[in-house]
């Protein structure tokens, strides 16, 4: 259930990638479709009025030449039979004119007197308007009132005639101006039918465009859900195959990236159960060695004492190796524990080093090989003591256990302002090249008999490689078979805590 409100609320919040499609989807194919819309009503409104500005515009030209050759402007008050034939006539024009167009005519005199109002309400009085008067200079005016439905044309009337003084030149004198209202009721019910017929249009448009959005979000993340199925699958432990979703060039880079995840959990796996199988047999080994011994003086009779002695002897030995097995796979569990248990102290290294060698100058002793400390400063650094003490005792030891008769050990301690460095080198037999590469694995021996004899797991190289590490340090050897080995190591004076520890 709260998975449920989990995704209802990402998609809310748009941390979906599904809504993120439907969403630019929607606004893609919408907002055009609006846009376009109200361009069209905005376009179609301007041509219309145009087009009916024009058209009356044109009509009233001509009534304004009718009022001109009539004499209409100076004969408004003639009563003569004649002059009011004429009046009614351009009278008759006028109202048509207005009757065509549901609208309203003034024609105004140069006293800015109304003498015809159409409407037949104003005739007599006065108007004096900012549009009038810039009539009356010879513009023709328009304005274009949407809100209330009428459009307003302004228009001269004026006479051509020539001045006495100059007889064939004509001069154009306004004497009147015509103020024409007309109505654009029909203009704005055409947009009305225009925007009403195109909204249902859009709403059609608008709920196609909801599908395909639909449809393409739940489309175009599929790949992404096969993805997770995927994953899903191989978690859960239904298949434990390399997957693969080939849909788009990223769901491949996501699914490379978890094949490779898969790859490296596997092999981990494979050296767990590998690790798990060598110490099984290691600790069987001296297990059934002391089986044998025992057996043996358990099946013969009247056995001489010297030879309980003796196996008794044997079977000491090899609890001591078995012993010695269980405390180095101590050190190494203890070294998978990571970074939360270093114990970091500023101690002196040359002191450290100088209480290993005292506790192995004995082993030294007894297998003839010299040992050598060398040290030009006092180096003090922040380790962990008792990991550091492992990786210099392991390395001395080896190197005084994997020597020659009358051989020597040389340690050398050097530091700089960053690092310090303890390099163990010997006279001993060496390491093949082919095995230098192995040396750090676990339970790995050059020669597993001679190991043996003189004591050694094979764990001795992994723990020290993991405590180096563990110190943010490197291990590096160089051997020579039949000739000697060197091991280097680097670790920095100041510990350095990994970002997150
Ligand atoms: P072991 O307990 O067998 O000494 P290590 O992990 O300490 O195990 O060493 C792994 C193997 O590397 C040893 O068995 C040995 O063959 C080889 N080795 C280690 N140090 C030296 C050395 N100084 N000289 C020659 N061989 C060495």
Redesign the pocket.
């Known amino acids: 259930m709260t998975r449920v409100k989990d995704y209802i609320f990402h998609i809310l919040l748009l941390h979906s990638l599904r809504s993120r499609i439907f969403i630019i989807i929607l606004l893609v194919g919408i907002i055009p479709g609006i846009m376009m819309r109200h361009a069209i009503i905005e376009d179609y409104e301007d041509r219309a009025v145009r087009l009916r500005q024009e058209t009356a515009q044109d009509m009233l030209t001509t009534i304004a030449g009718h009022l001109v050759t009539n004499n209409y402007l100076e004969n408004y008050q003639q009563t003569d039979q004649q002059t009011a034939a004429n009046k009614r006539v351009v009278d008759a024009e006028l109202d048509m004119l207005s009757g065509i167009y549901d609208g309203r005519i003034l024609i105004i005199n140069s006293n800015f007197s109304i003498i015809k109002d159409t409407y037949g309400l104003n005739e007599g009085k006065t108007i004096i308007s900012e549009e009038v008067i810039l009539s009356f200079r010879g513009e023709r005016l328009f304005n274009y009132d949407a809100q209330n439905g009428y459009i307003e044309l302004t228009t001269p009337i004026v006479y051509t005639i020539s001045p006495e003084d100059n007889p064939n030149e004509n001069v154009n004198i306004v004497r009147g101006v015509m103020v024409t209202s007309i109505s654009s009721k029909n203009i704005t019910e055409t947009m009305e039918l225009l925007n009403r017929q195109s909204l249902i249009i859009e709403m059609i448009v608008i709920m196609a465009i909801v599908a395909l959005a639909i449809v393409l979000s739940y489309v175009l993340t599929r790949p992404f859900n096969k993805v997770t199925e995927a994953i899903n699958e191989v978690k859960e432990g239904y298949s434990d195959e390399a997957i693969n979703v080939p849909d788009y060039v990223e769901t491949v880079h996501i699914i490379d990236a978890f094949n490779q995840l898969l790859r490296s959990k596997r092999a981990l796996d494979d050296s767990r159960q590998e690790f798990v199988a060598n110490v099984s047999h290691e600790l069987k080994t001296p297990m059934a060695s002391m089986k044998v011994l025992a057996d043996s003086l358990l099946t013969q009779e009247n056995v001489p004492v010297e030879y309980y002695r003796e196996f008794l002897g044997d079977i000491v030995s090899e609890i001591d190796r078995e012993n010695q097995i269980i405390t180095d796979l101590l050190a190494i569990v203890k070294m998978d524990k990571r970074v939360q248990d270093m114990n970091i102290v500023s101690i002196s290294i040359n002191d450290l080093t100088e209480l290993i060698l005292k506790r192995l100058r004995p082993l030294a002793r007894k297998m003839d090989v010299e040992v050598i400390f060398e040290s030009n400063r006092t180096v003090v650094a922040e380790v962990d003591e008792v990991k550091l003490t492992l990786v210099i005792s ?1 390395l001395v030891e ?2 005084i ?2 020597n020659k008769e009358h051989g020597w050990v040389k340690v050398v301690l050097d530091a700089d302002y960053q690092f310090f460095t303890l390099e163990v080198s ?1 006279s ?4 093949p090249e082919d095995s230098l590469a192995q ?1 750090y694995e676990r339970f ?4 597993k008999s001679h ?1 043996r004899e003189i004591g ?7 723990i020290t490689k993991s405590a180096v590490l563990m110190h943010r340090g490197s291990i590096t050897v160089t ?1 020579k078979e039949g000739e000697g ?1 060197t ?1 280097l190591v680097k670790i920095p004076i100041n510990y350095i805590a990994p970002q997150n520890a």
């Open positions: 392991n080896n190197a256990k994997y010997d001993g037999i060496g390491i040396i790995y021996r050059v020669d190991s050694g797991t094979g764990l001795g190289l992994a051997s080995t091991f």
